[in-house]
Every structure is written in C-alpha cells, then in structure tokens.
C-alpha cells in the first residue's frame, strides 16, 4: 500500500516515482519531485 500512495502523491505534486529492480543486487525507488517556485 505504500508505494501506490507514495505515487500518488508525487504525482498530485507533478513529479514522479520509479521503480528498478535487479535480481540478487536490490530494489531502487525514485521520487522526483519539481523544485520549489518552478514553473
């Protein structure tokens, strides 16, 4: 449920999160979010 919400919410701020993940090295989780006053 975390993930969905988290995603959610980066995307309700314009930004993203992204998800690679690589057998037997891990999981990276991405949030981008837009800078402050930008655009």
Do not use: D, I, N
């Not at 992204?18 to 891990?26: I, K, L, Q, Y």
């Not at 981008?32 to 006053?37: D, H, R, S, V, Y």
Request: hydrophobic letters at 40%; aromatic letters at 0%; proline letters at 8%.
């Amino acid at each position: 449920m975390g993930l969905p919400l988290a995603k959610q919410l980066a995307e309700t701020k314009g930004g993203t999160l992204t998800v690679h993940s690589t057998p037997a090295e891990g999981t990276r989780v991405r949030v981008a979010l837009p800078a402050a006053g930008a655009g």
